[in-house]
């Protein structure tokens, strides 16, 4: 099985950087992807890792340490409209996803 | 706009009835996967179909079933329902069936079991 740990809430201010951590133990491992929800909405993808190290996509980012079970999401630059909820999720070898209970972000000014 | 459709947006029934729900994966993808999301189990994998057969089973119930028919369109069918099975059901797709492949979301059919 698959266990997914992130944080429950964040705040941050407008402008600034926040990562979002998400911790896993997984009995097989064959990628993490990271989604954006915002509230009353579907889930838009935003990066899939497999290989250990950063991925940068515009204002946000992606790091993976398959060794450590960790994974991180950054975001640069942080605007009003971040503010959702961030769901980590990790596929095994068999193509299952299992997602983490997700982490709501707010953004203030 | 993802580009996939689902049908219907909001769905009310009855315990013990069966529904259908429909997903128009974007032109040219052949993945489409089934997700439930509901309040007090987050969002889960049902299950993944790419070009017409099965690849990948999450947690669906033996009460669920899905298909995927040649024009790459998906149904996924929900008998004998129970009050739990009130979620927020969506469908995604790819272009590939595993790797690096971004998935598109659906906007979600709304599923109230009274």
């Known amino acids: 099985g698959q266990n997914i740990d992130q944080p429950t809430e964040m705040t941050a201010t407008e402008g600034a950087i926040v990562q979002i951590n998400c911790t896993y133990q997984?009995?097989?491992?064959?990628?993490l992807f990271w989604y954006q929800q915002h509230a009353g909405e579907a889930p838009t993808f935003l990066s899939y890792?497999?290989?250990?190290g950063l991925e940068e996509k515009g204002r946000f980012s992606s790091f993976l340490s398959r060794s450590k079970g960790y994974s991180y999401l950054l975001l640069k630059e942080l605007q009003m409209k971040d503010s959702a909820s961030y769901l980590c999720?990790?596929?095994?070898?068999?193509?299952?996803?299992?997602f983490g209970d997700g982490t709501t972000l707010t953004v203030k000014p | 706009d993802s580009g996939v459709t689902q049908t219907p947006k909001h769905l009310i029934t009855a315990t013990g009835q069966r529904v259908t729900l429909r997903c128009s994966p974007r032109?040219?993808?052949?993945?489409v996967y089934w997700y439930q999301q509901s309040l007090d189990q987050g969002l889960q994998f049902l299950i993944q179909?790419?070009?017409?057969?099965?690849?990948a089973k999450g947690n669906i119930l033996e009460r669920f079933s899905a298909q995927q028919f040649p024009d790459l369109h998906s149904e996924l069918n929900l008998s004998s329902l129970e009050l739990g099975d009130s979620a927020l059901y969506f469908c995604?797709?790819?272009?590939?069936?595993?790797?690096?492949?971004?998935?598109?979301f659906g906007p979600g059919t709304r599923l109230l079991v009274l």
């Open positions: 999720a990790v596929k095994d070898n068999a193509g299952k996803s299992t």
């Open positions: 997984t009995s097989g491992f064959n990628g």
């Open positions: 890792n497999v290989l250990d």
């Open positions: 179909y790419y070009n017409g057969e099965e690849r």
């Open positions: 995604a797709s790819s272009v590939g069936s595993g790797g690096k492949e971004t998935q598109y």
């Open positions: 032109s040219g993808d052949l993945s």
